[in-house]
């Protein structure tokens, strides 16, 4: 199990590249993550849905998605806390205080999921979440000890240098865990290094001499962890582009960043194309001007409504609409652009219909089933196929989606279109990594696609796992595990 001394600390990308890692010695190996706390997505191949990190570990592994790959997903709301999905499926809403009284129950199907995925394979890599150190939640934790000491699990503690103190990190850590809890971690990491690395040699023999633990590896700066999708919010700040429109591009594609936030890494393959200038704009900054715009995902679609008009991009987008400019929504950001979003059973909060946008002359009710479907399928604007994952609560109807845009394979429709084609949305996430249907969306702005994503993924995969095997004592770190 890899811990952490914080979040964002790169458990899940040092997981990932450790998973192909081994996957290219020859062995069976898969991801877990007890509880995981994201808005970043993925459906799974039993119908249920993962945190995005885990999705991404079970592609370096060679194998399709599985909800025992994270059995606990919590997944921040609004008034109401955070959704709580369990095994893939909503178990419930809940807050802070009430969660941890809930999570005594959940360590039963935590373990559960921990012990099917051992009899598939020779391996399984566990992340941990946020930091070891938090004490204060050490009591009926399954995410960290708890997990570990109930599933009789080694631990390999990650530390970041980038952030500066990791001696104190790492060597705090082991000052302020119980006695059990400290003699389960064997070993540590130190992760995002940049330099000389014998400039770092006495630190680890520090750390190695005051903790008793092993040092497995000084990790320098993965520069390509931006072609990986991430798991949360937090990567948008270190990849930059926030707000900031670079002008040298062929086109501009801009993205407020809602306050509830979700599966941003629909995005990720259009960050990517050397044509395209990608702004995620900040609270407070207006939309530039620009060539689309796309309303993301959200996890409280009525909550984020109120939050764009609050930053004012109701009449940035009107505005770049009557200029004859382009805007897309998915998901929850299709279910804005239309008159009304209602929320009879106080899905997200209080019970309440508010008015959208008014650009898709449809309406939505936030319904209390969800779904959860990977999909696959051509476009009716211009032929592109497309695969992706619907992932929402909600049903829209009106005269727009009599004017659909995606054809399933099985085909049903999805999505609506404004008679001038100015205006798209649709519930499918994922689109954009299908390189003909992104290809087909550049087409549609004025540019061009000149990037293999998929291929450039498994590439960088490939080179994550080389990059540990150089830096890592991989035998030393599997002899933990024997």
């Given at each position: 199990m890899v811990?952490?001394?914080?979040?964002?600390v790169g458990k899940s990308l040092i997981v990932a590249g450790l998973c192909r890692a081994y996957m290219r010695r020859g062995m069976r190996v898969l991801p877990f993550k007890p509880q995981n706390m994201s808005n970043n997505a993925a459906v799974t191949a039993d119908g249920g849905e993962i945190g995005r990190a885990q999705a991404l570990q079970a592609l370096a592994c060679g194998v399709a998605p599985h909800t025992d790959m994270n059995p606990v997903l919590l997944k921040p709301q609004s008034e109401i806390g955070a959704q709580?999905?369990?095994?893939?499926?909503?178990?419930?809403?809940?807050k802070a205080r009430d969660y941890q009284r809930l999570k005594p129950q959940l360590m039963g199907p935590v373990l559960e999921s921990f012990e099917r995925l051992k009899a598939r394979c020779d391996l399984v890599l566990v992340e941990g979440a946020g930091s070891t150190a938090e004490i204060n939640l050490r009591a009926h934790d399954i995410a960290n000890m708890g997990f570990a000491g109930a599933a009789d699990v080694p631990v390999v503690l990650l530390g970041d240098i980038d952030r500066g103190g990791v001696i104190a990190q790492i060597v705090g850590t082991k000052a302020v865990l119980a006695p059990d809890d400290a003699g389960r971690i064997k070993g540590f990491l130190v992760n995002r290094f940049r330099g000389d690395p014998t400039l770092f040699a006495d630190g680890m023999s520090l750390i190695a001499a005051k903790t008793g633990w092993q040092a497995l590896g000084l990790i320098p700066h993965f520069m390509a962890a931006h072609r990986l999708p991430a798991e949360d919010a937090a990567a948008l700040e270190r990849r930059g582009g926030l707000g900031r429109v670079s002008r040298d591009k062929a086109v501009t594609i801009a993205i407020p960043r809602l306050s509830r936030l979700a599966n941003f890494d629909d995005f990720d393959p259009l960050a990517q194309e050397p044509t395209v200038d990608l702004v995620f704009v900040e609270p407070g900054q207006p939309l530039p001007v620009c060539d689309l715009i796309i309303l993301p995902g959200s996890k409280a679609t009525i909550a984020d409504l109120r939050f764009l008009?609050?930053?004012?991009?109701?009449?940035?987008?009107?505005?770049?609409?009557?200029?004859g400019g382009k805007v897309m929504g998915i998901c929850a950001g299709m279910q804005m652009l239309g008159r009304t979003v209602s929320d009879p059973h106080g899905m997200e909060g209080e019970a309440e219909t508010v008015p959208g946008l008014g650009l898709l002359n449809l309406a939505t009710e936030l319904t209390g089933s969800k779904r959860l479907e990977a999909v696959a399928g051509v476009s009716l604007a211009d032929g592109a196929a497309f695969t992706g994952y619907?992932?929402?609560?909600?049903?829209?109807?009106?005269?727009?989606?009599?004017?659909?845009?995606?054809?399933m394979s099985d085909g049903s429709l999805d999505g609506a279109r404004a008679p001038d084609d100015l205006i798209r949305g649709c519930y499918v996430h994922g689109l954009f990594n299908h390189d003909a249907q992104r290809a087909a969306l550049l087409d549609w702005i004025g540019a061009s696609s000149t990037l293999a994503y998929e291929a450039t993924i498994e590439a960088t995969l490939d080179a994550l796992a080389k990059h540990l095997e150089a830096c890592i004592d991989l035998d030393g770190l599997l002899a933990m595990a024997q």
């Open positions: 811990q952490g001394t914080g979040s964002d709580v999905i369990v095994k893939g499926r909503i178990f419930g809403n809940a008009r609050a930053q004012g991009w109701d009449i940035d987008v009107l505005a770049h609409v009557r200029r619907e992932m929402h609560v909600g049903k829209s109807v009106g005269p727009a989606m009599a004017h659909q845009w995606l054809r």
